[in-house]
Nanobody
Framework: QVQLVESGGGLVQAGGSLRLSCAAS????????MGWFRQVPGKEREFVAA????????DYADSVKGRFTISRDNAKNTVALQMNSLKPEDTAVYYC???????????????????WGQGTQVTVSS
């Protein structure tokens, strides 16, 4: 089992920045890819960013490229999402996800992940 706990969400004005963190516990040695997804009420959860086990490969949704950066610290079992130049349309609940098998690559779809955090709210005011 793997437990994921997100933190760092909050209210920020458009153009501002936030840094989300996700701490993993449990069988952390089994974690491969990690990712961030987001969801707004009435819509499906969508991919935001992903990072490979080694951290050497990353991928981003087109809507956040150039503004968001994903990183991980395997020694601390954490993954972070630095969000800059935030827009009102970035408002959502952000979820951390972990995949516990595979190879050293990124994964961008929900079904490829095995564990999820409880989510953290990000609200960007205009």
């Amino acid at each position: 089992q793997v437990q994921l706990v997100e933190s760092g969400g909050g209210l920020v004005q458009a153009g501002g920045s936030l840094r989300l963190s996700c701490a993993a516990s449990g069988r952390t040695f089994s974690i491969y890819a990690m990712g961030w997804f987001r969801q707004v009420p009435g819509k499906e959860r969508e991919f935001v960013a992903a990072i490979s086990r080694s951290g050497g490969s990353t991928d981003y949704a087109d809507s956040v490229k150039g503004r968001f950066t994903i990183s991980r610290d395997n020694a601390k079992n954490t993954v972070a999402l630095q969000m800059n130049s935030l827009k009102p349309e970035d408002t959502a609940v952000y979820y951390c996800a972990a995949r516990i098998s595979g190879v050293n690559k990124v994964h961008v779809t929900l079904l490829e992940y095995h564990y999820w955090g409880q989510g953290t709210q990000v609200t960007v005011s205009s």
